[in-house]
């Protein structure tokens, strides 16, 4: 069982539950997440990875006007994390994994990119809405 703590309500709920669940023969972990980017945060930064490379597929804007020129190499989900998404993460935040990034880097990396592939090659791609992003899971 996952709980996500955001209210001092949720907070209070889930002392409740620490307090009155028995502990039983293995007892039970708790994880802090503090900051870090949420599971459903997460969803949406890989719908949004399948999105844009549709997007850009449709486009004509396949992997070698980025990349290589002289092979035509469409966009997956995987490359759009990897040759675009985690360049700028790299570059902008210092951090290797997506695993290591809180829910404001994660919208400021969005940021960049949507603005960059917005000016540069009229692609606009929105990042996914929570009811959208339960969906993709």
């Known amino acids: 069982m996952s709980t996500y703590i955001k209210t001092e309500s949720d907070r209070q709920e889930a002392i409740k539950v620490l307090t009155e669940k028995p502990l039983g023969e293995y007892g039970f972990g708790l994880e802090f997440q503090d900051g870090k ?11 949004y990875f399948t999105m844009l490379a549709n997007a850009l597929n ?6 070698r006007k980025f990349l290589k020129p002289e092979i035509d190499i469409p966009w997956t989900p995987q490359s759009i994390k ?4 985690a360049k700028i993460q790299i570059a902008y935040c210092d951090k290797e994994s997506t695993t290591e990034l809180t829910r404001k880097e994660v919208s ?14 009229s692609i606009f791609v929105a990042f ?3 009811e959208h992003r339960s969906k993709a899971a």
């Open 37 to 47: 980017r949420t599971p459903p945060q997460n969803r949406g930064m890989h719908l």
């Open 58 to 63: 449709d486009a004509g804007l396949d992997m």
């Open 82 to 85: 990897k040759e675009l998404w």
């Open 108 to 121: 400021e990396i969005y940021e960049i990119l949507a603005r960059h592939l917005s000016q540069k090659h």
């Open 128 to 130: 996914p809405e929570q």
